[in-house]
């Protein structure tokens, strides 16, 4: 066997802690599952105890309501000025008010022809 072939087939040695070791294929073949990688230690962390008090996370901006009812965030929230900000929650509103209005309508009208004919 070359000195590649062997370099190649063994895992190579972690960089630093937060960095996992490369794995050979033969090693992805188990069915273990792999490691979590380290957590960040960048950001801040949060504790929220179950019943616990609420907590306002006025820092990531309004709910957003696609049209297909899943929700969203506005991702450069943080870096909008104040009259921006006071624009984008007057139009939100009224567009996630009249989603809402639209989704629950559909998903009345589908369990309407969902029920079972009475007759």
Do not use: C, F, Y
Not at 12 to 35: F, G, I, W
Not at 53 to 59: A, K, M, P, Q, W
Request: aromatic fraction near 0%.
């Amino acid at each position: 066997m070359s000195s590649n072939a062997q370099e190649a087939a063994t895992p190579a040695e972690p960089r630093n802690e937060n960095e996992q070791p490369e794995v050979s294929a033969s090693a992805s073949s188990d069915k273990t599952p792999l490691p979590l990688p380290a957590p960040s230690q960048a950001g801040e962390t949060m504790q929220l105890p179950v019943g616990g008090e609420g907590v306002r996370l006025d820092h990531l901006g309004p709910l957003v309501v696609n049209e297909n009812g899943t929700m969203s965030r506005i991702a450069n929230w943080d870096k909008m000025a104040e009259i921006e900000r006071q624009n984008t929650l007057r139009v939100l509103g009224k567009r996630n008010k009249m989603r809402l209005e639209r989704l629950r309508a559909n998903a009345q009208v589908q369990a309407q022809a969902q029920e079972p004919k009475q007759g």
